[in-house]
T-cell receptor, first 112, second 114 residues
Framework: QKEVEQNSGPLSVPEGAIASLNCTYSDRGSQSFFWYRQYSGKSPELIMSIYSNGDKEDGRFTAQLNKASQYVSLLIRDSQPSDSATYLCAVRLSGGYNKLIFGAGTRLAVHP | ETGVTQSPTHLIKTRGQQVTLRCSSQSGHNTVSWYQQALGQGPQFIFQYYREEENGRGNFPPRFSGLQFPNYSSELNVNALELDDSALYLC?????????????FGPGTRLTVL
């Protein structure tokens, strides 16, 4: 079982729709969760971090965390073509140092 | 506030050679982590440097080594390059000392081994 799993996609949504990206993780003790956006040929850009169960909203982005189900998601409202990118879920493992484990990413395509 | 910088942007080496990649951390940060990202994969943790010492290591062989300098910048060295070392090498900067130590990536170095 992979430590962090994401659906590779592509997830195709029309412009203006809500895109829903999902991630599951195996380390039950993990406390910190991150979403990065990566455009083709570029490096990952941090867009959301979440540490407590529930929802966290930042502009058009909402991160949702359910530690009991070991599940974290990212919602993108009013999706724009500029949101087309690969979204990486990262989990900081419990204990020790600040090491992030990444999923393979979900490719999102927003079409006009 | 200056962001994370990396050099060089691109590098082409042949098998068996050695390479050094450089990273300058974001202003106010004291920790540097290095990741390797193969095409179509998520970044994989190589190691982390804090207070000029290796503070954790992923599943990479000893030919991957690093340094951190007093100004918190860092180097990644790879000896005896193999074809599978071709990847995007990412440096991430963070601050160790708070609970929520988010990591911010530099632009990366694209290494091609022929």
């Amino acid at each position: 079982q992979k430590e962090v799993e994401q659906n590779s996609g592509p997830l195709s949504v029309p412009e203006g729709a809500i895109a829903s990206l999902n991630c599951t993780y195996s380390d039950r003790g993990s406390q910190s969760f991150f979403w990065y956006r990566q455009y083709s040929g570029k490096s990952p850009e941090l867009i959301m971090s979440i540490y407590s169960n529930g929802d966290k909203e930042d502009g058009r982005f909402t991160a949702q965390l359910n530690k009991a189900s070991q599940y974290v998601s990212l919602l993108i409202r009013d999706s724009q073509p500029s949101d087309s990118a690969t979204y990486l879920c990262a989990v900081r493992l419990s204990g020790g140092y600040n090491k992030l484990i990444f999923g393979a990413g979900t490719r999102l395509a927003v079409h006009p | 506030e200056t962001g994370v910088t990396q050099s060089p942007t691109h590098l082409i080496k042949t098998r068996g050679q050695q390479v050094t990649l450089r990273c300058s951390s974001q202003s106010g940060h004291n920790t540097v982590s290095w990741y390797q990202q193969a095409l179509g994969q998520g970044p994989q943790f190589i190691f982390q440097y804090y207070r000029e010492e290796e503070n954790g290591r992923g599943n990479f062989p000893p030919r991957f080594s690093g340094l951190q300098f007093p100004n918190y910048s860092s180097e990644l060295n790879v000896n005896a390059l193999e074809l599978d070392d071709s990847a995007l090498y990412l440096c991430a900067s963070s601050f160790t000392g708070t609970r929520n130590n988010e990591q911010f990536f530099g632009p990366g170095t694209r290494l091609t081994v022929l």
